[in-house]
């Protein structure tokens, strides 16, 4: 099965600029398929992890957080329909968080941040190390996703979820590819 791996804080703001395209050819013999300008790539062939890990961090031009997953955790949170009970709306945008490692303890859900007035982010379940939500566009948005790493004790990055259904179509086409 795939590995998808999530850089974290690549391309934000101008900071650890560079071209995750680029990286993706240079990891050709993985066959990897890079995701937007984020950092999330699709890992078709990775062999050994202790191998590939050790490539993708060599060719980095800087030392980043790395949150991975299996392809078939994203294939199963999408069967279970995470965001079923949250309307669709404009100004509210749907995301996952992966951990870079297992979180500690168990978290009530829902969570709102903050958690008096307004809300920004409110997360609405987790999965082992994926943590999903919704938040509002707005520009203190991006400090109460980082209380996501507080809350659940380990680093995590943040996509929304159409990046993860971009990421659902790369690994159904794979599947499809191997079948006979």
Do not use: Q
Request: glycine share 10%; aromatic share 10%; charged share 25%.
């Amino acid at each position: 099965m795939a590995l998808i791996v999530f850089l974290r804080g690549i391309n934000v703001g101008g900071h650890r600029t560079f071209r995750p395209s680029v990286l993706a050819k240079e990891l050709g013999a993985y066959d990897v398929v890079n995701v937007g300008a984020a950092g999330t790539l699709v890992v078709r062939k990775p062999g050994s992890r202790f191998k590939f890990f050790a490539e993708l961090r060599r060719r980095l031009p800087f030392e980043a957080k790395v949150a991975c997953c299996d392809g078939r955790d994203l294939i199963r949170l999408e069967m279970e329909s995470p965001f079923a009970s949250e309307p669709s709306r404009p100004e509210v945008v749907r995301f996952v968080s992966i951990l870079s490692k297992a979180g500690r303890g168990k978290v009530s859900f829902p969570i709102a941040l903050p958690e008096d007035g307004e809300w920004f982010v409110r997360i609405i379940g987790s999965k082992d190390r994926l943590v999903f939500g919704v938040y509002r566009r707005h520009m203190k948005t991006i400090g109460y996703l980082g209380r996501i790493d507080e809350l659940f004790g380990a680093p995590a990055t943040t996509r929304g979820w159409n990046t993860i259904l971009s990421v659902l179509r790369i690994l159904k086409a794979c599947d499809a590819r191997d079948l006979p």
